[in-house]
């Protein structure tokens, strides 16, 4: 399964394929935790926003999980 199509297709698989990452992976842990944190500030009345503008992040992140599997 390609990274388009388990986003797609199984948000739990996902979901537990970026936190076992995370787990692993403290540089991505702490960039992942540091946009959020920095997001969280910045969109604060606009909470829409915040959700949307993670996604390059998680798309990094993503990526590289599937380079190395």
């Known amino acids: 399964m390609t990274w ?4 797609r297709t199984s948000c739990s698989a996902s979901t537990q394929l970026f936190r076992d990452w995370l787990r692993a992976h403290p540089h991505d842990r702490e960039r992942y935790a540091a946009t959020k ?11 829409r926003d915040y959700s949307l503008a993670k996604n390059d992040v998680i798309d990094e992140i993503y990526a590289r ?3 190395a599997g």
Do not use: G, N, V, W
């Open 37 to 47: 944190r920095r997001l969280a500030r910045d969109t604060a009345h606009r909470p």
């Open 4 to 7: 388009p199509s388990i986003r």
């Open 65 to 67: 999980i599937f380079a």
